[in-house]
């Protein structure tokens, strides 16, 4: 089965700041890969961010998050740099409970029509566990380790060719 559905993690994913929860607005944007908050401490996406999204976005793959960490200063992140409007239902909650995040991702896309199997979805973390639990809970997901290096995110693309 063709993936239709990438969900990125944020921290050490998409972007190579651990935990942006750390982090005290405003931010600003320093250029179109790098944000930094209130301190001048930086968030910088992994390398291969914008062309990750750009190319799942030509190939018509829907795009959305899954982040254990607080909506606004996710998005206000994203906001500046440009990129909030490639995600579908993005799910970024205070828990670490993500086997419940894309679960209802996908109950929200089916709601509209969109129905995936498990099978059809990669989720991208840094983190083992939390891909272990999206397997157990959600069902047989497709799951790659954004580590221990950060990730070219490129590399997803190589993983999208071998699978379909
Ligand atoms: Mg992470």
Redesign the pocket.
């Known amino acids: 089965m063709a993936i239709r559905l990438v969900i990125l993690?944020?921290?050490?994913?998409l972007w190579e700041h651990e935990d942006v929860f750390t982090l005290q607005p405003p931010f600003t944007r320093v250029d179109g890969q790098t944000v930094q908050d209130a301190q001048g401490e930086k968030v910088r996406l992994a390398p291969g961010a914008r062309e990750l999204l750009d190319a799942l976005r030509r190939r018509g793959i829907l795009i959305s998050l899954c982040s254990w960490n607080r909506a606004d200063l996710v998005f206000a992140i994203l906001d500046l740099l440009g990129l909030t409007q490639y995600f579908v239902h993005p799910k970024v909650e205070f828990h670490p409970h993500k086997d419940r995040m894309i679960t209802a991702l996908l109950a929200e896309l089916a709601g509209e029509g969109t129905v995936l199997q498990p099978e059809e979805v990669l989720f991208v973390?840094?983190?083992p566990m939390m891909l272990e639990q999206v397997r157990q809970g959600v069902g047989p997901v497709r799951t790659l380790r954004a580590q221990p290096d950060v990730l070219d995110l490129r590399n997803v693309l190589k993983v999208l060719d071998e699978q379909n």
């Open positions: 993690d944020c921290d050490r994913t973390d840094d983190n």
